[in-house]
């Protein structure tokens, strides 16, 4: 019943992608868990260098012998008047004295080389490639397609998926607006249109040929159906692997989402300058009444780096970035091979009980 | 597979409602139809005063002997200060001008009495009767249910959900972020929080013991068996039958529908004063610039229904509420007897198809 030409070209058991969560979710361990679990486990390698990103794959690879995925941001041009940026900085300052950091860190904001990261991908020859914020360049496209990388593109609307397909994707993700972290789109007015799963998902399946992954908003077996039946050939789940043992995500963000309610989740710009999706903060709250501009991506989120990194370290949650969907009461806390299991084993019942009675 | 405890007790042959649109959409021939078809056909009767409620009960009455249901808005306290009123008022001015109708037109904002209203519900002994935007009062829900009414609440949270059931409802409409018309919210902070149907269904379904009917996003077979799949009895379509043939909707607002893609439905106070989501236009946007306070529901709601009318009257989309669900690319304008038709095969085919393969 979970077979199919997707999961067969992919070498997995089950159609469950675990997805790729940047920013420290996905370790090597729970990349492996769950591809050992039969799913297709991801590493968000978005902000991860060049050196640190061939470390971690190597770490995978002792893992697990089987295939798994690594995503990647599209780069694009920022650049921001001084203006803007001076005003930001102060509005963040006050936040430095009260964690104790020292004002006006250097930004890093252009550490991570997209072109390195693609060589290193090309270089270890991974199974599944993904990307969020756009469509890579054609010869990047070419050159994973000609070594046997699966190329995956993530789509929020009818329109970027056509393009992906275009451009030679073999796969698209449809996310949908219950999906936590950032909003992979990238047409004008994409971002605002916040299309749920149960819509996005057949509009894109009528639209195109190439296999949808359904995301946003699933976290079980119940999920699992509901996507196969809207036409997806497969799911990708982040919440409900983010609170999972082998999860990266730190102990009070993990502790936040699993008390969460389904009605605490905000889209902001706050912490990145892209749209994101996460559990509403006190600095999410004061950014709401900032009176400039927001720096876009990825200035924005290399100047609030320090002070996520610093309210991590103090146990203060309300100036973290906790990126987490809609689902967030289904999360669990046990361990991803548990999780996959429970899915499958859910969805088996369900169908079942469901829609093998007679009519 | 498509029967069940809730169809029975509504006596209806298929899980498929058909969403009490008011204002014009749900006439008593596409209610009687959809009643017909074996589906429950619903009359959008917040809007009715009570006379024409009672005629529209007959009329239908007279096109169908099965059951059908009946949706009444929960009223609140409004007022809004001369200030606020007068600043909209001229601002709405200039649509008059462009409409060649007069000024201020007279506001009739309190002229449906909710108590009247319900009083023709019990004298008409109306099968199914649901509410939007909050909990009727204890005697009304008693009084329905006295006499065999199934009562039925809308929830766009898991909160929303389990104070409806404390209250009595017999059922309960879990209402996506993807539905189109008014987001039934009634609980502070629960109109912004718009949860996708994916993540809202499976929540609320395990938070109470009520049937949970799922709804927002729906517009077919695929829609239909995942909503099952996520634990729903039973499915509310709206937009799917927003262009049937038999749907009261405007010519121009059918043909606008039938043109519109996924991600061009906004949710918006500006014509209403309550959040709801619809194809964005002139009206919305202008609305979107202004920089007083819109008044709250329903003296916004009242305040531009001439204009609405004049707009429908001249053809111009751009001034009408083209209210719209984010499904709308697979809107249909067959007759909603042969919509509901192919919902259930293609529903069928695909069970067939997808579950009850070998594994």
């Known amino acids: 019943m979970f077979e199919n030409d997707f999961t067969r070209r992919l070498n997995i058991q089950f159609p469950i992608i675990q997805a790729p969560m940047a920013g420290g979710p996905t370790t090597a361990e729970l990349v492996a868990e769950v591809s050992n679990a039969g799913g297709l486990g991801s590493l968000g390698a978005a902000y991860l260098k060049p050196e640190k990103l061939r470390n971690t794959i190597q770490e995978i690879r002792q893992l697990t012998e089987l295939p798994f995925g690594v995503n990647l941001f599209v780069p694009e041009e920022a650049a921001e008047s001084p203006d803007i940026i001076e005003q930001m900085t102060s509005h963040l300052n006050k936040y430095r004295v009260e964690l104790g950091i020292k004002e006006n860190p250097p930004i890093d904001s252009a550490s991570e080389s997209f072109d390195e990261q693609i060589q290193v991908l090309l270089d270890e020859s991974i199974p599944v490639v993904s990307f969020t914020f756009g ?40 996310q949908g607006s219950e999906a936590g972290g950032h909003r992979g ?8 249109s916040l299309v749920g799963t149960m819509a996005l998902v057949p509009q894109i399946v009528d639209q195109v040929s190439v296999p949808v992954i359904a995301s946003g908003g699933i976290m079980d077996g119940r999920g699992l159906v509901a996507s196969l039946a809207l036409g997806a050939v497969a799911v990708q789940m982040g919440t409900a692997f983010l609170a999972s043992v082998k999860s990266g995500a730190h102990p009070i963000y993990k502790k936040t989402l699993l008390s969460a309610n389904e009605d605490t989740t905000v889209v902001t710009r706050a912490y990145s300058g892209k749209p994101a999706r996460g ?62 299991k429970q899915t499958i084993s859910q969805a088996h019942a369900l169908v079942e009980s469901r829609f093998r009675t007679k009519d």
């Open 135 to 174: 469509i890579p360049p054609k010869e990047v496209i070419q050159a994973l397609k000609d070594q046997g990388t699966t190329v995956i593109g993530t789509a929020t609307t009818v329109e970027e998926a056509k393009q992906l397909e275009l451009a030679g994707a073999d796969a698209i993700v449809a």
């Open 185 to 192: 789109s990238f047409l004008k007015n994409a971002a605002d």
């Open 279 to 340: 559990i509403q903060t006190t600095f999410i709250k004061e950014m709401e009444q900032y009176a400039g501009a927001i720096p876009a991506f990825p200035i924005q989120n290399a100047m609030t780096r320090d002070i996520r990194q610093a309210a991590a370290q103090s146990n203060n949650p309300e100036y973290m970035s906790l990126w987490a969907g809609q689902g967030l009461r289904l999360a669990s806390e046990h361990p991803a091979a548990a999780i996959i």
